[in-house]
Each structure stands twice: as structure tokens, then as C-alpha cells.
């Protein structure tokens, strides 16, 4: 059963860096896009980005100039980093596996599984 | 930057009630909308993709119907735990955007 398992800092000042990792278990990295989405508190979701397994990657462009998603396909892991974070920042973070604006019909393009979420708080 | 607005924003239904939910977007979308279900405290589920695919493990009773624009979610006779937020989302472009969730509560 593919499974993900996310992991990073969940409390930081203003002006510093979210850090999140997010591992992938019993499944293959290749062949899927690799995705981040938050969700703030009793808010809905956003879509920050994407990675696939070559590495390519795409941003939402409200957070383009501050954000940098890479992957390690060798421990079939993917991280997240958004700079210069504020109170604004603050949501729960998930990993997802899907992604990718993609013109053909498929499951593997739409965020299924999903990991634990990890909530990042960002307070002074 | 498309936008997806659902309505309603809250459905209060009993158990057994049939349930409608509209997803529509600012512009097209073509087939590449989904649906997904969240309870409180839990993460997003998959429910169907590309309109009308229900996905693993999805209950019949969960149905997705439309085109271009304007897209619904049906269930056809609601369980007590089909009571949650349901979010559509399109992947036709980028960035891919979410719908702001419709919420069915029990009446």
C-alpha cells in the first residue's frame, strides 16, 4: 500500500524558512508528479506546487518568488522550502502524490494518497 | 487563474436524502475536474477524477457528472459518514485550483 509519511519544523518566527519532507513508501517516485498543498486553519486548499520524477517542477505563482520544491529520488523523498515565511504562512501542510497539468484522462494525475498533514505555526 | 465556485456553501440533509453539489469554473476545465471528501480531522480523500471516475474503494453512491464549466457531485442516498467538506479541483491548468468546499451537515 503506497503510503506517505511527512516530516519538518512546525513552529517558526516570521522571516524564516518552512522546511518539509515528505517520504514516499511501498510505491515507485517514477512516473508521477510529487505535489504540496495547504490548507489553512478552517480554510480551504491551495495548491503550492508540484515536482516530478524528472525534476521539472511548477509553482502556484502567488508563491513563486519564495518557494522551492526538490526531490531525492534515491530515498524516494520530496521536501518543500518556503522562504521569508509570515502569519499568512500558517496552515496545515500536506504532501500528495499527483499532479501535473497533464492532456490525458488518468488516476495517477489527481492527489491520491495524501500524507498526515503537518501543521507549520508562524508566530513571534 | 481559474476559479472554481461551489455552491451551496452548507447542504443540510438527513440520512438517506440525496444530495447535489455544483462545482463551476471561470472558465473551461474540459474533463479534468475531481472531487474529493474531508471529515474533520482527517486528510482529503479522492472521490472521483476526470468528471465521473469514482476511485478506489468509492462507494457507488457517489456519482460526478458534467462539461466544461459546470460540474456536480451527486450521492444518492447519504450515509451517516458521507457528512463532510467536499472540494472540487481542476488540473487543466495551471496553477491547479481548488473549489472553497461545500459542507453537508446533518439535518
Known amino acids: 500500500q503506497v503510503q506517505l509519511q511527512q516530516w519538518g519544523a512546525g513552529l517558526l518566527k516570521p522571516s524564516e524558512t518552512l522546511s518539509l519532507t515528505c517520504a514516499l513508501y511501498g510505491g515507485s517516485f517514477s512516473g508521477y508528479y510529487w505535489t504540496w498543498i495547504r490548507q489553512p486553519p478552517g480554510k480551504g486548499l491551495e495548491w503550492i506546487g508540484e515536482?516530478?520524477?524528472?525534476?521539472?517542477?511548477n509553482y502556484n505563482p502567488s508563491l513563486k518568488s519564495r518557494v522551492t520544491i526538490s526531490a531525492d529520488t534515491s530515498k524516494n523523498h520530496f521536501s518543500l522550502n518556503l522562504n521569508s515565511v509570515t502569519a499568512a504562512d500558517t496552515a496545515l501542510y500536506y504532501c500528495?502524490?499527483?499532479?501535473?497539468?497533464?492532456?490525458?484522462?488518468?488516476?495517477?494525475?489527481?492527489?491520491?494518497?495524501w500524507g498526515q498533514g503537518t501543521l507549520v505555526t508562524v508566530s513571534s | 487563474e481559474i476559479v472554481l465556485t461551489q455552491s451551496p456553501a452548507t447542504l443540510s440533509l438527513s440520512p438517506g436524502e440525496r444530495a447535489t453539489l455544483s462545482c463551476r469554473a471561470s472558465q473551461s476545465v474540459r474533463s479534468y475536474l475531481g472531487w474529493y471528501q474531508q471529515k474533520p480531522g482527517q486528510t482529503p480523500r479522492l472521490l472521483i477524477y476526470?468528471?465521473?471516475n469514482r476511485a478506489t474503494g468509492v462507494p457507488a453512491r457517489f456519482s460526478g457528472s458534467g462539461s466544461g464549466t459546470d460540474f456536480t457531485l451527486t450521492i444518492s442516498s447519504l450515509e451517516p459518514e458521507d457528512f463532510a467538506v467536499y472540494y472540487c479541483?481542476?488540473?487543466?491548468?495551471?496553477?491547479?485550483?481548488f473549489g472553497q468546499g461545500t459542507k453537508v451537515e446533518i439535518k
Open positions: 500528495a502524490r499527483g499532479g501535473g497539468v497533464v492532456i490525458v484522462p488518468g488516476s495517477i494525475y489527481w492527489f491520491d494518497p
Open positions: 479541483q481542476q488540473r487543466n491548468s495551471w496553477p491547479q485550483t
Open positions: 476526470d468528471v465521473s
Open positions: 515536482i516530478n520524477d524528472s525534476g521539472i517542477t
